[in-house]
């Protein structure tokens, strides 16, 4: 039975993982771009100077860019468990190399909505192992919702979000 329901979560989380990526996926390819504007100066188009033709492989190469910086892989493990509130516990949360961005991870719990826990910037290739909580709970069993938010490390401008399921454990 037990294993019954950790499947269930595992099915769930991989299908909000995949929901999440086609969220982000729809978002970055539908959006319009500014589109630039050819203009020739004088009456009669001179001939051809220093310009070249774009090859393929530089095409090929642009567009493997934008496609590699609108993917977003996220990873948290779907359960926390901290021995109390008011110590480090385990909390699993990673943002992989392949990434483009950083990002910043907010739980809260499902049932008040309070917000229990913010990591800051997580680099690509960076990682939460252990963490605090920010707010005390009593022991229990804590459904929450993990939000990362997707940020441009230049701009510091917000790319986008995904959400994950998670549950708190608090054994005392």
């Known amino acids: 039975m037990d294993e ?13 993982l995949l929901l999440a990526f086609g969220g982000i996926g729809t978002f970055f390819f539908t959006r319009e771009e500014a589109k630039p504007v050819s203009m ?8 051809g100077k220093d310009a070249n033709k774009i090859s393929d492989a530089e095409i090929k ?13 996220m990873i948290i493990a779907p359960e926390a468990t901290f021995d109390s509130a008011d110590k480090p516990g385990e909390l699993m949360i990673q ?9 910043n991870v907010e739980i809260t719990r499902n049932d008040t909505g309070e917000l229990i826990y913010t990591s800051g910037a997580i680099k690509p290739g960076f ?5 605090k909580l920010e707010k005390q709970l009593s022991k229990g069993d ?8 997707l940020y441009d490390d230049k701009t ?9 399921k998670i549950m708190i454990h608090i054994k005392r």
């Open 142 to 149: 804590y459904p929450a919702t993990a939000k990362f938010s």
């Open 127 to 131: 990682e939460v192992k252990e963490a």
């Open 95 to 103: 943002n992989p190399n392949q990434n483009a961005y950083p990002v």
């Open 40 to 47: 020739i100066s004088g009456d009669i188009l001179p001939e």
């Open 4 to 16: 019954t329901k950790k499947k269930k979560k595992r099915a769930l989380l991989l299908l909000l």
């Open 156 to 164: 510091k401008e917000k790319k986008g979000e995904v959400a994950a």
């Open 61 to 73: 190469n642009l567009a493997q860019e934008k496609v590699d910086r609108s993917k977003f892989n």
